[in-house]
């Protein structure tokens, strides 16, 4: 970030000329003529400030005209500051018009609850309410209206991440107009979705929206469409700006306006208008704190690129350097900018979803977040208008943020207990429990971890709270009888027995009950490892199952992670050892089972990786337990401690095997694959269908499964997710004769496919196992085929290049490359519409990589 940024948090703006004058002029002299509509020294044409525009002879589309004479002046007679022709006030006023039936004119409502919280009088404007669900329609409509009729026919093109591309896919629809939007990987899957729904061509192009922007310029220069900035384009601050003039019509004593700053042309629109009508009402900004561009922008007096730390919710302002032109109509106009946490955000979305009934997504939650953080004291009793401007948040997401909330609203909480291991032990301690009045969502026990105890049994419970002030009292009533640990992470709380006043238990401070919460570290989900003691290395934080699953998902980052392990494997960056297996014979005590290891470790990187994969321990399966179990443990590269275990090996095994598949299919698929087939409709198949979804768009996918059932259940699930069509077929070779792309995945030694059945230009991705029996393909297949692995030597043991060698149709030398040499440039992957293989076993870069990724998450 910005290294004054922060300095800008929750501060009035640097000392600037007083904003002054209805037409938007700074007024120095001190005179007062701030009722005289003067124009910038620049502007040659005259025109009316309020004019409003006159339809052209030609013909009407949907009751609106298809040209506008705006009654103002040509662009090259606008006022052009460092470069950038910026909107006027009669731009604004245009757009107002000429939106006013295509958009829906929100209703700005009096909040009784947060008002009450606040002490403000607040005003809800409600732009969530928009048929897309954000104020993104505002501007693209007005963007689509000022098009010529020839660049009607040519079409529009943008980039996007989300709200701004359904915003201009919808009105594209409705005027006629041809949208195509590319959307960067990191896109959620709901919004391509709905985009492709409402007709736009989406192209999912690169990681970032910056990557999305360069590619979209193709289309400009090779289709002649017209490129629309979804926050720095002439027409979108325009038409953002008729929120204000809403809100003034609506509330004319405002005094102040709370807008949620992203690439900055909502709050440009709306400063623009209001303070032009009024400039007495305060212009206030909010940012993330983990983005803060356009604090970053005013301290240094121009636009600057600011680095952001991590993901953030609100996910719609993650815009790393605002729009020049947002940015020179803000300059002067707006008055305040402050920062809000995660924290802060998702306890805005707790908020108004308990006092407000009102779902928005982590950006639209940004202003009413800074309002709860108490950001605003000087706005005590004033009037305030807080824009809710987005309400599109996927529901998997809404269900994480809102649990978060709880956390941090100090409601929900996770603590460890010890107990007698007898009959009636638990039962007392849930008895403690209801009497203080908590509510138990989730209690584990268990009796491994207590080493020095055999006659207790340590309890990990969850509760849902009423507050901070339960949490105290929960904590006075369990320290009385238990020793109790609410500051440490599930699973790592000693088993020595303590006394009620609270002596040290296994080097952890039991706090007495006398110390208040506030005093306490923070009560969360996983907290931090207490420091060593001297001479001794930090102690590993266990993340469980839960906690894994619930924050670690499909995503961009991780097959970008994944994709540069393999091309950092292929620089000799990695150091890999090949795989070790542990059997385990069956006795009376043991087995059968197997353990894999694996792990590496990437040169520059904090982390290093081992995973332990336990398997085939199949007895567990006649106790209905899982047939095995495992755990990446992470190390700190810098002092060879373990930093955390990771729990379990399968859904992280998983997730990095799908993430190499997608890493092959962006690399290795032919131009303009269609079709995908998944061959064995398991955990691999959904992992890597998630996966290749945040890179590559596929339109229609085939599966196959010998249960038949199995398989449908796969399409129809893969389908409402991903939103594109899956297709159950009764055999494999339907599947594959209809694929552009096959996915096989079967653990076993049988074929799967023939080669009569393969388009000659289709990518096969084998993923089934890394067992010495792997074999999914005929040995003729690749024979013909472009063969490429993720690591030649291990392929040639236990991969499907292993049953090619022993069938003498190739060598190791016929191997065309490994996928990390074509990554890096290394070697030329696909030439044209050959067929190719890819064989992927599994390689302890992938381990490294996603071991890596994983904390990064979870710090």
Not at 63 to 88: C, F, Y
């Amino acid at each position: 970030m910005y290294a004054g940024a922060g300095a800008l948090s929750g501060t009035p703006l640097a000392t600037r000329p007083a904003f002054r004058g209805v037409l938007g002029r700074n007024d120095t002299d001190g005179s007062n003529r701030s009722r005289q509509p003067m124009r910038p020294p620049t502007r040659t044409a005259k025109c009316d400030a309020v004019k409003e525009p006159q339809a052209s002879d030609s013909d009407t589309q949907d009751g609106e005209p298809k040209h506008w004479d705006l009654g103002v002046s040509k662009p090259s007679s606008r006022l052009m500051v460092n470069g950038q022709d910026l909107p006027a006030f009669e731009d604004v006023s245009t757009a107002h018009f000429r939106i006013r039936n295509g958009v829906v004119r929100t209703p700005l409502v009096r909040s009784r609850q947060l008002s009450s919280v606040t002490g403000m009088n607040i005003f809800l404007k409600h732009e969530w309410q928009q048929a897309t669900g954000s104020f993104k329609e505002r501007g693209a409509r007005n963007a689509l209206l000022a098009l010529d009729d020839e660049q009607r026919k040519r079409g529009v093109v943008a980039a996007s991440a989300g709200n701004h591309a359904l915003a201009l896919a919808y009105h594209g629809a409705e005027l006629g107009i041809p949208v195509t939007v590319l959307m960067p990987s990191i896109a959620p899957l709901t919004k391509i979705t709905k985009c492709r729904a409402l007709g736009a061509n989406v192209i999912l192009e690169g990681d970032s929206i910056a990557d999305a922007a360069i590619a979209a310029q193709k289309f400009v220069t090779e289709q002649g469409m017209k490129y629309i900035n979804g926050f720095d384009d002439f027409n979108i601050i325009a038409g953002a700006g008729s929120v204000g003039l809403e809100i003034l019509e609506d509330a004319p004593n405002i005094d102040a306006i709370i807008i949620p700053v992203g690439g900055g042309g909502l709050i440009a629109g709306i400063s623009l208008a209001v303070k032009t009508i009024n400039p007495d009402v305060q212009i206030i900004g909010v940012e993330p704190s983990r983005c803060a561009s356009m604090a970053a922008a005013m301290e240094a007096g121009e636009v600057v690129k600011v680095v952001m730390p991590g993901p953030t919710l609100a996910d719609g302002l993650a815009v790393p350097t605002v729009g020049p032109r947002s940015f020179e109509v803000c300059r002067n106009r707006v008055d305040k900018l402050v920062t809000v946490s995660e924290k802060d955000i998702s306890v805005a979305l707790l908020r108004l979803v308990e006092l407000e009934k009102l779902i928005q997504e982590g950006a639209g939650a940004a202003g009413i977040a800074a309002v709860l953080a108490g950001k605003f004291p000087e706005l005590k009793d004033k009037n305030v208008a807080v824009l809710l401007c987005g309400g599109n948040i996927d529901t998997s997401t809404l269900g994480n943020v809102l649990e978060r909330g709880l956390v941090n609203d100090s409601r929900l909480i996770r603590f460890s207990v010890v107990v007698p291991d007898r009959p009636g032990g638990i039962a007392g301690l849930c008895a403690t429990i209801a009497v203080v009045g908590a509510s138990i969502k989730q209690i584990n026990h268990e009796r491994a971890w207590l080493e020095n105890d055999s006659h207790s049994v340590q309890v990990d419970v969850t509760c849902e709270l009423t507050g901070p002030e339960m949490a105290e009292r929960l904590y006075q009533a369990l320290s009385e009888q238990y020793p109790v640990d609410f500051t440490r992470p599930k699973s790592v709380l000693s088993g020595e027995r303590a006394s009620k006043q609270g002596e040290a238990l296994g080097g952890v401070v039991i706090s007495p009950p006398s110390v208040p919460l506030s005093s306490r570290p923070s009560v969360s989900a996983v907290a931090s490892v207490p420091p060593p003691k001297p001479g001794q290395l930090p102690a590993p934080i266990l993340y469980d199952y839960d906690t894994i699953v619930n924050n670690v998902k499909p995503s961009a980052a991780l097959v970008a992670a994944v994709e540069d392990a393999f091309g950092s494997l292929a620089n000799g960056k990695v150091d890999v050892p090949m795989p070790m297996h542990i059997g385990i014979a069956e006795t009376a005590n043991a087995g059968p089972g197997d353990c894999h290891i694996k792990g590496g470790y990437i040169e520059g990187a904090p982390t290093w990786t081992v995973k332990l994969a336990n398997v085939s321990f199949y007895k567990n399966v006649e106790k209905g337990l899982p047939a095995g179990s495992g755990v990446f443990v992470v190390c700190d590269a810098a002092n060879g401690a373990p930093k955390a275990i990771l729990h379990e090996n399968r859904y992280l095994t998983d997730l990095r095997t799908g993430a190499a598949g997608a890493v092959a299919v962006k690399h290795l698929a032919v131009k303009g694959a269609k079709s995908v087939a998944f061959i064995g409709t398991g955990v691999i198949a959904e992992a890597m269908a998630r996966s290749t979804a945040t890179v590559y768009g596929f339109t229609e996918a085939f599966a196959y499964s010998r249960n038949t059932s199995k398989a449908q259940i796969f399409c129809d699930k893969m389908s409402t997710e991903l939103g594109y069509s899956f297709n159950a077929c009764a055999t494999a070779e339907e599947a594959v004769r209809a694929a552009d792309v096959v996915f096989t995945q079967t653990p076993g030694g049988e074929w799967v496919l023939e080669e009569g059945w393969l388009k000659p230009h289709a990518l096969i991705v084998c993923s089934g196992s890394d067992q010495p029996t792997k074999n999914e393909i005929p040995p003729n297949v690749l024979k013909k085929a472009m063969v490429v692995t993720d690591i030649t030597a291990q392929c040639a043991r236990v991969g499907e290049v292993r049953s090619a060698i022993a069938a003498g149709v190739m060598t190791e030398k016929d191997v065309h490359a490994e996928l990390g040499q074509i990554i890096s440039g290394q070697i030329k992957g696909r030439k044209g519409k050959e067929l190719i293989v890819c064989d992927l076993t599994g390689t302890g870069a992938q381990d490294a990589a996603i071991g890596s990724y994983v904390m990064n998450v979870l710090d």
